[in-house]
């Protein structure tokens, strides 16, 4: 009863509040990235500051909404493209958004407190597996800390054997070794301990180790990147606008820009071209076979091809269609398309519409897509490319998915002309990076109205391109020799048996302590 008042004082939720706001300034365009140890740091400082399971669930919501109002606050804009709804309501969405997306936090780190009372699991250890338990939860801009952190590339090397989720919990639980001492002063309480600063040390040391590893780990990466074979690929980035892409009048405008560029692309040598998500303004069959002749077609005049081309597809057994990638060869035959497997809610699928028709009319440019089951490699020469459409460079899930049919090369398509100027493809670059380093192959990302780049399996970005302007950027990738990487074959499931065994040692060592008092 004496610590009850800790619940009730306003320190902890400030603390958590400030923490979300800190979080967020770690992405575009302030990109402060040490934001996302101090933000973590005050989250971790926050939730050990009071008692109670359910307060300590509160200080994660207020934590997780602050740093979504902050990080997120392009969604609105969105909103108003997407849907014929107004600011106010975008406004609105965004802060439902984030608290709905709050409960990931306020559930994982909650289950950890929970299971620190049963187990007599350390704090800091629960706070990475409470870290775990939120960002499992997938969502449409899933952003992490490992992704936030990536530009800096020395601190996310271990993600070809734990992943993105591994090196996040890595860096929570580095952040709450270094904010430790910290608890006491927010908490109202007493010194814990006569040595505070040995966690700091610790986390400091495990920071440490990250970096060394990982300078040591992108030499070995990038010498071994030297020897390999390359393909000259030519990303076109055609700057359509939003609105243009629909207009059927537009529809010729838009193919020809696409082919001009192309034949810049190629008279600068490049041996395949990249066109965005859905970029080719004509639906086609879901079928290989050979392409539509005059204003469908792409090779021809001063096109030789091969292209690669991001398109919607027509499915006439289900009355629907996919948003796929395919190739089409210089005889103009197209590969079986690769269909995007995780789908836009609202934007190319409208969940739960057949229970809820106002969705649909609320939704009413929402394409009534449906999602692929497979993976299909393109080949192209050398290259066998493992194709992420849209959103789908930043889930691991996909990625490993993808990368489990051994491709030797990564693709994203990607249309970002919805957000407009807005910090979101600067954002969505960033977490794409870690599919390079999970899968350890380079990955090329041709976006329309967004970042075009060459991130290489370091994770680094070799090359970007305009994010506004229609051009085309030639760069050479290697075509990757090696077998699938540990993170490949077996995902998160060794994180997982991780924390499971410290729980049962951190619930044996309470039952042997229990039984030795008098």
């Given at each position: 009863m004496s610590r009850a008042p800790r619940d009730r004082n306003w320190r902890a939720p400030i603390t958590a509040a400030l923490g979300g706001v800190v979080f967020a300034l770690s992405s575009p365009p302030t990109d402060f990235y040490p934001a996302v140890l101090i933000g973590l740091g005050l989250l971790y400082v926050s939730t050990q500051a009071v008692v109670r399971i359910r307060a300590a669930m509160l200080m994660a919501v207020i934590w997780s909404t602050c740093a979504g109002l902050v990080g997120?606050?392009?969604?609105?804009?969105?909103?108003?493209?997407?849907?014929?709804?107004?600011?106010?309501?975008?406004?609105?969405?965004?802060?439902?958004?984030?608290?709905?997306?709050?409960?990931?936090?306020?559930?994982?780190?909650?289950?950890?407190?929970?299971?620190?009372?049963?187990?007599?699991?350390?704090?800091?250890?629960?706070?990475?597996l409470g870290t775990l338990v939120a960002i499992s939860f997938v969502f449409v801009i899933a952003w992490t800390p490992a992704g936030l952190i990536?530009?800096?590339?020395?601190?996310?090397?271990?993600?070809?054997?734990?992943?993105?989720?591994?090196?996040?919990?890595?860096?929570?639980?580095?952040?709450?070794?270094?904010?430790?001492?910290?608890?006491?002063?927010?908490?109202?309480?007493?010194?814990?301990?006569?040595?505070?600063?040995?966690?700091?040390?610790?986390?400091?040391?495990?920071?440490?180790?990250?970096?060394?590893?990982?300078?040591?780990?992108?030499?070995?990466?990038?010498?071994?990147?030297?020897?390999?074979?390359?393909?000259?690929?030519?990303?076109?980035?055609?700057?359509?606008?939003?609105?243009?892409?629909?207009?059927?009048?537009?529809?010729?405008?838009?193919?020809?820009?696409?082919?001009?560029?192309?034949?810049?692309?190629?008279?600068?040598g490049a041996e395949l071209t990249l066109w965005p998500e859905a970029a080719h303004?004509?639906?086609?069959?879901?079928?290989?076979?050979?392409?539509?002749?005059?204003?469908?077609?792409?090779?021809?005049?001063?096109?030789?091809?091969?292209?690669?081309?991001?398109?919607?597809?027509?499915?006439?057994?289900?009355?629907?269609?996919?948003?796929?990638?395919?190739?089409?060869?210089?005889?103009?035959?197209?590969?079986?398309?690769?269909?995007?497997?995780?789908?836009?809610?609202?934007?190319?699928?409208?969940?739960?519409?057949?229970?809820?028709?106002?969705?649909?009319?609320?939704?009413?440019?929402a394409g009534g897509l449906i999602p692929g089951k497979d993976v299909s490699i393109l080949t192209s020469g050398p290259a066998r490319i493992g194709v992420l459409n849209c959103y789908e460079d930043t889930l691991p899930a996909i990625g490993r998915k993808v990368a489990k049919v051994e491709p030797n090369l990564l693709v994203n398509v990607t249309n970002d002309a919805w957000f407009g100027p807005t910090a979101e493809p600067e954002l969505h670059l960033r977490l794409s990076a870690l599919r390079a380093v999970e899968t350890r192959l380079d990955l090329v990302r041709a976006v329309n109205l967004g970042v075009p780049a060459w991130i290489d399996a370091s994770g680094a970005v070799r090359a970007r391109g305009s994010a506004e302007t229609e051009g085309v950027m030639v760069v050479e990738p290697a075509i990757a020799t090696r077998g699938p990487t540990v993170y490949v074959r077996f995902g998160d499931t060794p994180l997982w048996i991780a924390f499971g065994l410290a729980m049962v040692e951190a619930w044996r060592r309470r039952r042997l302590s229990a039984t030795r008092k008098p």
């Amino acid at each position: 009863m004496s610590r009850a008042p800790r619940d009730r004082n306003w320190r902890a939720p400030i603390t958590a509040a400030l923490g979300g706001v800190v979080f967020a300034l770690s992405s575009p365009p302030t990109d402060f990235y040490p934001a996302v140890l101090i933000g973590l740091g005050l989250l971790y400082v926050s939730t050990q500051a009071v008692v109670r399971i359910r307060a300590a669930m509160l200080m994660a919501v207020i934590w997780s909404t602050c740093a979504g109002l902050v990080g997120l606050r392009f969604v609105p804009s969105v909103i108003v493209r997407f849907t014929n709804l107004g600011l106010a309501v975008g406004v609105l969405a965004l802060i439902l958004l984030c608290i709905i997306q709050s409960g990931t936090w306020a559930i994982g780190l909650g289950a950890a407190r929970a299971l620190e009372k049963r187990t007599g699991l350390d704090p800091r250890v629960g706070f990475g597996l409470g870290t775990l338990v939120a960002i499992s939860f997938v969502f449409v801009i899933a952003w992490t800390p490992a992704g936030l952190i990536s530009p800096w590339p020395v601190f996310v090397q271990l993600a070809d054997l734990i992943g993105e989720k591994g090196v996040s919990v890595l860096i929570a639980f580095a952040a709450a070794l270094l904010a430790s001492p910290f608890v006491r002063y927010v908490a109202r309480a007493a010194p814990s301990t006569s040595r505070p600063w040995i966690a700091p040390l610790l986390g400091a040391a495990l920071l440490t180790l990250l970096a060394v590893h990982g300078a040591v780990r992108m030499r070995q990466v990038r010498a071994a990147h030297d020897t390999l074979p390359t393909l000259k690929l030519g990303v076109v980035q055609a700057a359509v606008e939003a609105r243009l892409r629909w207009q059927s009048g537009a529809r010729e405008q838009i193919l020809s820009r696409l082919r001009r560029l192309t034949a810049d692309s190629e008279r600068g040598g490049a041996e395949l071209t990249l066109w965005p998500e859905a970029a080719h303004p004509f639906v086609l069959a879901h079928a290989p076979g050979r392409m539509q002749r005059g204003r469908r077609a792409i090779v021809g005049g001063d096109v030789r091809g091969p292209v690669l081309f991001g398109l919607i597809t027509s499915v006439p057994q289900v009355d629907a269609g996919h948003n796929a990638t395919t190739i089409v060869s210089p005889d103009g035959m197209v590969q079986l398309p690769q269909a995007k497997m995780e789908l836009l809610w609202f934007g190319e699928t409208v969940p739960f519409a057949e229970h809820l028709p106002f969705l649909r009319k609320m939704f009413s440019r929402a394409g009534g897509l449906i999602p692929g089951k497979d993976v299909s490699i393109l080949t192209s020469g050398p290259a066998r490319i493992g194709v992420l459409n849209c959103y789908e460079d930043t889930l691991p899930a996909i990625g490993r998915k993808v990368a489990k049919v051994e491709p030797n090369l990564l693709v994203n398509v990607t249309n970002d002309a919805w957000f407009g100027p807005t910090a979101e493809p600067e954002l969505h670059l960033r977490l794409s990076a870690l599919r390079a380093v999970e899968t350890r192959l380079d990955l090329v990302r041709a976006v329309n109205l967004g970042v075009p780049a060459w991130i290489d399996a370091s994770g680094a970005v070799r090359a970007r391109g305009s994010a506004e302007t229609e051009g085309v950027m030639v760069v050479e990738p290697a075509i990757a020799t090696r077998g699938p990487t540990v993170y490949v074959r077996f995902g998160d499931t060794p994180l997982w048996i991780a924390f499971g065994l410290a729980m049962v040692e951190a619930w044996r060592r309470r039952r042997l302590s229990a039984t030795r008092k008098p």
